[in-house]
């Protein structure tokens, strides 16, 4: 495991590689402009954060339950969606109706 740590007084760095595995706990902190890359985070929990300009590429989502979230601007593409929901609907179902209602 290599662990790094490089603190200012109000900037801290941490790298963390090499398959480390970590429980982080995460609370008060900005954590803008944070990477990760070929990182397990299975079981993660996010509550009360702001992930505005958050993005999302080629991960495994399944299972994801997003609750009291404002999803605004969000913008899904080139995604697996076969079980997915919106408030009890189907999406799968609801983008066959729409693709339907255009070809009409």
């Known amino acids: ?5 490089h603190s200012t007084h109000e900037n801290a760095n941490m790298d963390i590689h090499d398959k480390a595995k ?25 509550s009360n954060v702001n992930m505005s300009g958050f993005r999302i590429d ?10 009291n979230a404002n999803l605004a601007g969000a913008n899904f593409s ?6 997915m929901t919106i408030e009890g609907i189907k999406v799968e179902d609801a983008l066959a109706a729409y693709r339907q209602s255009k070809a009409a």
């Open 58 to 67: 080629n991960a495994n989502l399944a299972g994801l339950h997003v609750d």
């Open 78 to 83: 080139n995604c697996r969606i076969d079980g």
């Open 1 to 5: 495991m290599k662990l790094l740590s």
């Open 22 to 46: 970590m429980r982080l706990d995460v609370k008060g902190s900005d954590i803008s402009g944070s990477a990760f890359n070929d990182v397990n985070m299975s079981g993660w929990t996010a």
